[in-house]
């Protein structure tokens, strides 16, 4: 099992940056590809970035390219996610994800069994 605590986010102004981490426990995190899903208000959960277990391949939403960048340090058990760019409609709670099923899609959110509880970020305009 995966136990995903994530942390970083808070209140930017549009054009912001923000760091999110995601801290894994577990055996299993180095050999998982690691996600981030986001929620907005009102909205269903969608995908917004994946990575490897090996740091690669990495994948992006594209109303996030060029923006994003999802890495991870397997030594340290951590996820992140690295936010330039930011505008008001980034504004959602963001969850990290470990992967155990491998049935579907990468941005299918049931290939992923791991969550952690989620960090709000809020962007102002």
């Known amino acids: 099992q995966v136990q995903l605590i994530e942390s970083g986010g808070g209140l930017v102004q549009a054009g912001g940056s923000l760091r999110l981490s995601c801290a894994a426990s577990?055996?299993?995190?180095?050999?998982?590809?690691m996600a981030w899903f986001r929620q907005a208000p009102g909205k269903e959960r969608e995908f917004v970035s994946v990575?490897?277990?090996?740091?690669?391949?990495?994948y992006y939403a594209d109303f996030v390219k060029g923006r994003f960048t999802i890495s991870r340090e397997n030594a340290k058990n951590t996820l992140y996610l690295q936010m330039i760019s930011l505008k008001p409609e980034d504004t959602a709670v963001y969850y990290c994800?470990?992967?155990?099923?491998?049935?579907?899609?990468?941005?299918?959110?049931?290939?992923?069994?791991?969550w952690g509880q989620g960090t709000q970020v809020t962007v102002s305009s």
């Open positions: 994800a470990a992967r155990s099923r491998y049935s579907g899609s990468y941005y299918d959110d049931d290939q992923y069994a791991y």
């Open positions: 577990g055996r299993t995190f180095s050999n998982s590809p």
């Open positions: 990575i490897g277990w090996s740091g690669t391949p990495t």
